[in-house]
């Protein structure tokens, strides 16, 4: 009974260790590391390229997968990356693990493609997995979804598999199978809440069949996609938005049109819209013109698509909401890249009930920042509720326009600046009188005009800082101590 309760207890310490004690805890004793074993929860394994023997094999010369896994049999957190072996052959493996029915997480990461066959042999094992991330499928369906009954969140990486190899092996596989179930009314819900795709071409078939099952889907995710899987015109797709809370489309430039004016008509819950390195300005200004009064986050990296009458047409939708009782207002608006945004249009955004209801904003190397003087003035004085700025990446911002827009941000508990080459200790100076008080997190990082003395300065005198992200060479001996006595984290 003493040697149990002696056990239980290292068991505690060693869950409570970081990750980097782990080595020297294993060096104790073979004891110390079996009880390692047995309370590792989490565990990420790179394979290495087969020599000789397989990973998946039982051979005695070297470890295999199954045998290492048997030595973790509580993890319910496990990622794998591999190069060389058979995806199915790994997942096969996994399943037939102890822990496979412990799994919650299992990120999924072999070079070469996993097929749906796999993935309905081995579901069964998988009874408590919440999120699964895997590096490509061939052929794509995902009819296997509906014998994962805890799933929520599903990441497809991308859909095509790196190895030349196995695109050959693509045209040798059949298509899948038709996925138009008739009878909608028969059809059951999927219990996913969240789905991020990348890679899905024009020309992929397969994705109807998911679609009609994500009803309760609340944040999807396009990366890199020419297609929704269903045809030109996506005439499924839409059934996957009326709930949805978040839509992300990341250098989705081939389908922005269509699914922005998908989501003007079918997303009635949407708040919080990312669209990056590709648009469309009729699809976009369509889709604010519908659902821009309920957006509590925008967020835009559209270097060519972004102009002035995007940013009037959320004006006016604060203007109509802001009667409305318990009316969405916008809380989050960043901008990344947007060249052909100007000052009347961020003016006219800040003037609006829309604007005045910012809390966080961020203009990330957008080039009105630096050519209009003034401008960060006026819209922190139409901001009264700013609590978080970034102004990146911006490489001429002058002290003096940092300074004359903190004046007016009493409230700012965040700011960023990394990569802003022409600011000095002045902008510090300025940040420590006007936020020193309340300020919590800086970024300060790639600006060489703030030497390691406004460094110190900023950490001995901000009273709430809890996170600084600086250069370590910036970090003198002085700054190193008041960090250490504040508990102040770096990076």
């Given at each position: 009974?003493d040697?149990?309760?002696?056990?239980?207890?290292?068991?505690?310490?060693?869950?409570?260790?970081?990750?980097?004690?782990?080595?020297?805890v294993?060096?104790?004793?073979?004891?110390?590391?079996?009880?390692?074993?047995?309370?590792?929860?989490?565990?990420?394994?790179?394979?290495?390229?087969?020599?000789?023997?397989p990973?998946?094999?039982?051979s005695?010369?070297?470890?295999?997968?199954?045998?290492?896994?048997?030595?973790?049999?509580?993890?319910?957190?496990?990622?794998?990356?591999?190069?060389?072996?058979?995806?199915?052959?790994?997942?096969?493996?996994?399943?037939?693990?102890?822990?496979?029915?412990?799994?919650?997480?299992?990120?999924?990461?072999?070079?070469?493609?996993?097929?749906?066959?796999?993935?309905?042999?081995?579901?069964?094992?998988?009874?408590?997995?919440?999120?699964?991330?895997i590096?490509s499928?061939?052929?794509?369906?995902?009819?296997?979804?509906?014998?994962?009954?805890?799933?929520?969140?599903?990441?497809?990486?991308?859909?095509?598999?790196?190895?030349?190899?196995?695109?050959?092996?693509?045209?040798?596989?059949?298509?899948?199978?038709?996925?138009?179930?008739?009878?909608?009314?028969?059809?059951?819900?999927?219990?996913?809440?969240?789905?991020?795709?990348?890679?899905?071409?024009?020309?992929?078939?397969?994705?109807?069949?998911?679609?009609?099952?994500?009803?309760?889907?609340r944040?999807?995710?396009?990366?890199?996609?020419?297609?929704?899987?269903?045809g030109?015109?996506?005439?499924?797709?839409?059934?996957?938005?009326?709930?949805?809370?978040?839509?992300?489309?990341?250098?989705?430039?081939?389908?922005?049109?269509?699914?922005?004016?998908?989501?003007?008509?079918?997303?009635?819950?949407?708040?919080?819209?990312?669209?990056?390195?590709?648009?469309?300005?009729?699809?976009?200004?369509?889709?604010?013109?519908?659902?821009?009064?309920?957006?509590?986050?925008?967020?835009?990296?559209?270097?060519?698509?972004?102009?002035?009458?995007?940013?009037?047409?959320?004006?006016?939708?604060?203007?109509?909401?802001?009667?409305?009782?318990?009316?969405?207002?916008?809380?989050?608006?960043?901008?990344?890249?947007?060249?052909?945004?100007?000052?009347?249009?961020?003016?006219?955004?800040?003037?609006?009930?829309?604007?005045?209801?910012?809390?966080?904003?961020?203009?990330?190397?957008?080039?009105?920042?630096?050519?209009?003087?003034?401008?960060?003035?006026?819209?922190?004085?139409?901001?009264?509720?700013?609590?978080?700025?970034?102004l990146?990446?911006?490489?001429?911002?002058?002290?003096?326009?940092?300074?004359?827009?903190?004046?007016?941000?009493?409230?700012?508990?965040?700011?960023?600046?990394?990569?802003?080459?022409?600011?000095?200790?002045?902008?510090?100076?300025?940040?420590?009188?006007?936020?020193?008080?309340?300020?919590?997190?800086?970024?300060?990082?790639?600006?060489?005009?703030?030497?390691?003395?406004?460094?110190?300065?900023?950490?001995?005198?901000?009273?709430?800082?809890?996170?600084?992200?600086?250069?370590?060479?910036k970090?003198?001996?002085?700054?190193?101590?008041?960090?250490?006595?504040?508990?102040?984290?770096?990076?």
């Open positions: 009974m040697m149990v309760l002696c056990d239980e207890l290292v068991q505690e310490i060693l869950r409570r260790l970081p990750p980097s004690s782990a080595p020297s294993s060096l104790v004793s073979k004891r110390w590391l079996c009880l390692l074993r047995f309370s590792t929860t989490s565990l990420s394994l790179r394979i290495p390229p087969r020599q000789t023997t990973i998946i094999s039982t005695n010369n070297s470890p295999s997968l199954p045998s290492i896994l048997s030595h973790y049999p509580f993890l319910t957190d496990l990622t794998v990356v591999d190069e060389d072996n058979t995806a199915d052959d790994l997942l096969l493996a996994i399943a037939a693990a102890a822990c496979s029915s412990r799994l919650a997480h299992l990120r999924f990461l072999p070079a070469s493609p996993l097929s749906p066959t796999a993935l309905l042999s081995s579901s069964t094992a998988f009874a408590s997995l919440t999120t699964l991330q590096a499928l061939l052929p794509l369906s995902f009819r296997w979804l509906s014998f994962l009954p805890s799933l929520k969140t599903l990441s497809l990486v991308r859909s095509r598999p790196k190895h030349p190899s196995s695109l050959r092996q693509e045209a040798h596989q059949p298509p899948p199978a038709a996925d138009d179930d008739g009878d909608r009314s028969g059809v059951m819900l999927l219990p996913l809440e969240s789905l991020s795709l990348s890679g899905i071409c024009a020309s992929d078939r397969g994705l109807s069949w998911l679609w009609r099952r994500c009803g309760g889907l944040w999807l995710q396009l990366r890199a996609c020419e297609g929704t899987g269903d030109p015109s996506s005439p499924v797709f839409p059934l996957c938005l009326p709930g949805l809370l978040v839509l992300e489309l990341r250098t989705c430039r081939a389908i922005a049109d269509r699914v922005l004016l998908h989501a003007a008509d079918h997303c009635r819950a949407l708040t919080s819209l990312l669209l990056y390195d590709g648009g469309s300005r009729d699809a976009l200004h369509h889709f604010i013109h519908r659902r821009g009064a309920a957006l509590r986050t925008l967020d835009l990296r559209l270097p060519l698509d972004l102009h002035n009458d995007h940013l009037f047409a959320i004006a006016a939708d604060g203007v109509r909401d802001s009667g409305k009782a318990g009316g969405h207002q916008l809380a989050a608006l960043r901008l990344h890249s947007c060249c052909l945004v100007t000052g009347d249009g961020l003016r006219s955004l800040a003037r609006s009930p829309a604007g005045a209801a910012i809390e966080e904003l961020a203009l990330v190397n957008c080039d009105v920042v630096e050519k209009e003087p003034g401008l960060l003035t006026c819209l922190s004085q139409s901001m009264p509720r700013l609590r978080r700025l970034e990146s990446h911006n490489e001429a911002l002058a002290d003096k326009e940092v300074g004359s827009m903190l004046a007016s941000c009493r409230d700012l508990v965040e700011i960023r600046v990394r990569g802003c080459r022409s600011l000095t200790g002045a902008a510090l100076s300025s940040l420590l009188k006007h936020c020193g008080k309340q300020v919590e997190v800086v970024d300060i990082t790639w600006c060489p005009g703030i030497a390691g003395d406004a460094v110190e300065t900023l950490v001995m005198n901000a009273c709430r800082l809890r996170q600084l992200m600086v250069e370590e060479s970090v003198n001996e002085a700054a190193a101590v008041w960090l250490s006595q504040k508990g102040i984290k770096i990076g």
